[in-house]
């Protein structure tokens, strides 16, 4: 049954704009179990469900109509002390006030590069600013503006899981053949992880050239934690038969496969998936194609395995904005990966006809959780002397992380 309780005073500004949304929480209780809180962004804290979402100190109200020129003041204030960071996936609201925009390792290598900088402020996912503090120096400090902005695809594969994965090999007398491979979209533990085993990190650019680099080490890859993004490389890339791969369960006893699966695969595919990329389907190729002749269908190789094969082109986030970038005037393209860059590059091609290749409304919700208020929150906390959702590495994580991304630099 839903229920609706009071939850407190008001903690700040936006509280007492919005006092009454505020101070009422949903909940949904089953009967006779605990209900469970609906918690509004920003405000509260559930330790057992999320890193926390909490905002110490005055969170601006969305509708605050002087959030562009607190956050042009503070940015002002700060000066080169600070460096913005935005993902391609970032609202426009919050890239305005970008540094520089790219994907995430072009985001983290730009972090690097700019060691004057004291503060990274990463409008990205958790992953990406934990990349941004393994390759900036000690005395940069990256942050945050909102730890809820995680990713579903890291959170699909954490270290425990992928521990009780390699000792499964282990016991088989397979890990020594094995290469682990982890794609740019994981947690610092899992590259580190992969680094201390020797392995690599890819991104959607070079994930041929980690594999055929890996194959020369082993017979066979544990891919992580992308299934679609190792099968499209495998099968597509690189004609490796479709049933020389396996999907590895992690929520299954042994993955849910058997010794002779693992024994005889090349590729071990981890079981994870992005929650934006999996949403399109062949159905939707098939859609657009009817309905717009002559159309051109551009999507990123986090899509499914059939969505990939029926497009015309397939590529990172650079590799579509590049594209649309060269591509004629009056071409038409239908893209599959995230909505806010294909808004993005429709407003800035209208020589071109651009649409999204799902019908319906496809965010990516974690990215979207750093908004204006959170930046201009971050900014003025730094503006004020205070660091807040500093996101940091422990020393042995980064280092063994470090290695697996100094392999990925050198490969050839
Ligand atoms: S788009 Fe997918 S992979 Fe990228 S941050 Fe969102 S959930 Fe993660």
Known sequence: MWQTAQWGKPQNAAGAICGIIVNVTTTWTEPGSTPLALLLLGQGTDANAERGVDCPGVLPAPSDPDLVARATAAKAALGTRVFVLGHHYQRDEVIQFADVTGDSFKLAREAAARPAAEFIVFCGVHFMAESADILTSDAQQVVLPDLGAGCSMADMAALAQVEACWDRLDELFLAGSTVPVTYMNSSADIKGFVGRRGGVVCTSSNAERALRWAFERGQRVLFLPDQHLGRNTAVRQMGIDADDCVLYDPHKPGGGLTAEQLRNAKMVLWRGHCSVHGRFTLSCVQEVRHRVPGVRVLVHPECRYEVVTAADEVGSTEYIIRTIEQAPPGSCWAIG????????????????????????????????????????????????????????????????????????????
């Open 337 to 412: 990966t995230e909505l806010n860059l294909v808004r993005r590059l429709a407003n800035e091609h209208p020589d071109k006809e651009i649409m999204f290749l799902d019908r319906t409304v496809c965010y990516c919700s974690t990215m979207n959780r750093i908004d204006l208020p959170h930046l201009v929150w971050a900014l003025e906390e730094l503006v004020a002397g205070r660091v807040v959702n500093r996101i940091t590495v422990d020393a042995d994580t980064a280092r063994y992380a470090r290695v697996a991304l100094d392999q990925m630099l050198a490969l050839p």
